[in-house]
Antibody, heavy 121, light 107 residues
Framework: QVQLQESGPGLVKASQTLSLSCTVS??????????WNWIRQHPGKGLEWIGS??????TYYSPSLKSRVTISVDTNNQFSLILTSVTDADTAVYYC??????????????WGQGTLVTVSS | DIQMTQSPSSLSASVGDRVTISCQAS??????LNWYQQKPGKAPKLLIY???YLNAGVPSRFSGSGSGTDFTFTISSLQPEDFATYYC?????????FGQGTKLEIK
C-alpha cells in the first residue's frame, strides 16, 4: 500500500521561501511509471495543481506558478517542493500525490494527508 | 488553462436518493475526466477516472458518464458516508484543472 506524508514548516514569513518534503512509502519514486505531484487547496476553496516530476527528473509546472516553483527528488524516497517569494495568497493546505498517466500526470490515486502552510506578514 | 464548471455548487439530499452532479469543460476534453470525493479535513479520494471507470475498491453505486465537454457523476443510492464535496478534474491538457466542487449535504 503506497503512502505519502508531507512535512515542513507550518508558518512561513511573507517574501520568504516555502519548503516542503513528501516521503513516499510502499513504493519507490525511482521505479518509474508514476508522476509525483504537489497540489494545494486554499482555505475553503478548490484544488490547484502546482506541479509534477517524473522519476527521470522531468518536471511540469503550472504556468501561474512556474517562475516560483521547483519540484525535485530528495534522498530516502522523498521529493520536495520549493516555492519562493510567498505571499498571503500562498496560504493553503499542501498535498503531495502520486500521479498515473502516459506522458503527463492524468489521475491522482494516492495522496498525503496534507499540511497547512500559513504565510504571515 | 481549461476551465471546469460544476453544477450545482451545493446539493441537499437524503439517504437513499439518486444524486447527479454535472461538470462542463471549457473545451473538448474527450474522456479525460476524473471525479474525486473529499471529506472535511481529509485528502481527496479518486472515485472515477477516464470519465466512467471505477477506481479499485470504490462501491458500484458511484458512476460517471459523458465525453467532450459535458460530464455527469451519479450516486445511485446515497449512503450516510457519501456526504462530502465532489470535484471533477480534467487531464486533457496541462495543467490539470479541477472544478470548484459540489458540496453534498444531508437534507
Amino acid at each position: 500500500q503506497v503512502q505519502l506524508q508531507e512535512s515542513g514548516p507550518g508558518l512561513v514569513k511573507a517574501s520568504q521561501t516555502l519548503s516542503l518534503s513528501c516521503t513516499v512509502s510502499g513504493g519507490s519514486i525511482s521505479s518509474g511509471r508514476y508522476y509525483w505531484n504537489w497540489i494545494r487547496q486554499h482555505p475553503g476553496k478548490g484544488l490547484e495543481w502546482i506541479g509534477s516530476m517524473y522519476y527521470s527528473g522531468s518536471t511540469y509546472y503550472s504556468p501561474s506558478l512556474k517562475s516560483r516553483v521547483t519540484i525535485s527528488v530528495d534522498t530516502n524516497n522523498q521529493f520536495s517542493l520549493i516555492l519562493t517569494s510567498v505571499t498571503d495568497a500562498d496560504t493553503a493546505v499542501y498535498y503531495c500525490a502520486r500521479g498515473v498517466g502516459v506522458a503527463a500526470p492524468q489521475r491522482f490515486d494516492y495522496w498525503g494527508q496534507g499540511t497547512l502552510v500559513t504565510v504571515s506578514s | 488553462d481549461i476551465q471546469m464548471t460544476q453544477s450545482p455548487s451545493s446539493l441537499s439530499a437524503s439517504v437513499g436518493d439518486r444524486v447527479t452532479i454535472s461538470c462542463q469543460a471549457s473545451q473538448d476534453i474527450s474522456y479525460s475526466l476524473n471525479w474525486y470525493q473529499q471529506k472535511p479535513g481529509k485528502a481527496p479520494k479518486l472515485l472515477i477516472y477516464a470519465a466512467s471507470y471505477l477506481n479499485a475498491g470504490v462501491p458500484s453505486r458511484f458512476s460517471g458518464s459523458g465525453s467532450g465537454t459535458d460530464f455527469t457523476f451519479t450516486i445511485s443510492s446515497l449512503q450516510p458516508e457519501d456526504f462530502a464535496t465532489y470535484y471533477c478534474q480534467q487531464y486533457d491538457n496541462l495543467p490539470p484543472t479541477f472544478g470548484q466542487g459540489t458540496k453534498l449535504e444531508i437534507k
